[in-house]
């Protein structure tokens, strides 16, 4: 079972999932978006996705993650997006080993995790400093269905300004991110009942085959499976 809210963190998510008898598999999708994890008394820190990550787990385990915004991970985890592009990492190779050791400590008697790993990032936000702007407009930008180079121009940058930029920030290039951020967009518009034929159109697929393709390529699966 998969569960997930808002977090008190601006644009992340604090998520839960259980594996259950009789599903103990999953499917990871490319979001553009960095995670902080807690589970089976680890900590780790799974990377921006170009692809699925399909997994499994023995049954009753639990997870508590925080997911990050696009482009602000890097800034609480200290590391740059692209050395985690399809990696899953314990935390322990990224942040010294006193200071995993005591948050794996005080996680393991948390009665809820999840705002534990926000104070946590909160933490360390307020030692660092925050994402650069541009960064979040960026996302933003492409989020909204602009293409790479008119995002370049609404930033101030050149299009090589640009890729250069995006690598550190969200772990891929903007082209790359543009597909991912669409291809969420058109998933969450899927999961708010959208008939499926007008999905494509809205999220801005140039038709309903562009979509069946790219959600094919990023996901392995079809739309229609994600949803389900």
Same mark, same amino acid.
């Given at each position: 079972?998969?569960?997930?809210?808002?977090?008190?963190?601006?644009?992340?998510?604090?998520?839960?999932?259980?594996?259950?008898?009789?599903?103990?598999?999953?499917?990871?999708?490319?979001?553009?978006?960095?995670?902080?994890?807690?589970?089976?008394?680890?900590?780790?820190?799974?990377?921006?996705?170009?692809?699925?990550?399909?997994?499994?787990?023995?049954?009753?385990?639990?997870?508590?993650?925080?997911?990050?915004?696009?482009?602000?991970?890097?800034?609480?985890?200290?590391?740059?997006?692209?050395?985690?592009?399809?990696?899953?990492?314990?935390?322990?190779?990224?942040?010294?080993?006193?200071? /995993?050791?005591?948050?794996?400590?005080? #996680? !393991?008697? +948390? *009665?809820?995790?999840?705002? =534990?790993? $926000?104070?946590? %990032?909160?933490?360390?936000?307020?030692?660092?400093?925050?994402?650069?702007?541009?960064?979040?407009?960026?996302?933003?930008?492409?989020?909204?269905?602009?293409?790479?180079?008119?995002?370049?121009?609404?930033?101030?940058?050149?299009?090589?300004?640009?890729?250069?930029?995006?690598?550190?920030?969200?772990?891929?290039?903007?082209?790359?991110?543009?597909? /991912?951020?669409?291809?969420?967009?058109? #998933? !969450?518009? +899927? *999961?708010?009942?959208?008939? =499926?034929? $007008?999905?494509? %159109?809205?999220?801005?697929?140039?038709?309903?085959?562009?979509?069946?393709?790219?959600?094919?390529?990023?996901?392995?699966?079809?739309?229609?499976?994600?949803?389900?």
């Amino acid at each position: 079972m998969y569960r997930e809210r808002p977090s008190r963190l601006l644009g992340a998510v604090v998520w839960t999932r259980r594996a259950e008898p009789r599903r103990r598999d999953y499917r990871v999708v490319p979001d553009g978006c960095l995670d902080l994890i807690w589970s089976d008394g680890r900590l780790l820190v799974a990377g921006p996705d170009t692809r699925p990550h399909v997994g499994g787990s023995a049954a009753g385990r639990s997870y508590t993650g925080l997911r990050f915004a696009p482009g602000t991970g890097p800034t609480i985890l200290g590391l740059p997006a692209d050395e985690l592009t399809d990696r899953r990492l314990p935390l322990e190779s990224i942040w010294p080993d006193r200071d /995993v050791r005591e948050l794996t400590e005080r #996680l !393991a008697t +948390a *009665r809820a995790p999840g705002r =534990l790993l $926000e104070a946590t %990032a909160f933490e360390r936000l307020a030692r660092s400093d925050p994402p650069d702007p541009a960064t979040l407009a960026i996302a933003d930008a492409l989020r909204a269905g602009h293409p790479v180079a008119e995002t370049a121009r609404r930033v101030g940058l050149s299009e090589r300004q640009l890729l250069r930029r995006c690598r550190p920030a969200f772990g891929y290039g903007p082209k790359t991110l543009a597909r /991912v951020l669409r291809m969420d967009r058109a #998933l !969450a518009l +899927a *999961r708010s009942g959208l008939p =499926l034929a $007008e999905v494509g %159109a809205t999220a801005g697929y140039a038709d309903q085959a562009h979509l069946s393709r790219e959600v094919r390529a990023l996901t392995g699966v079809t739309l229609r499976a994600l949803v389900a």
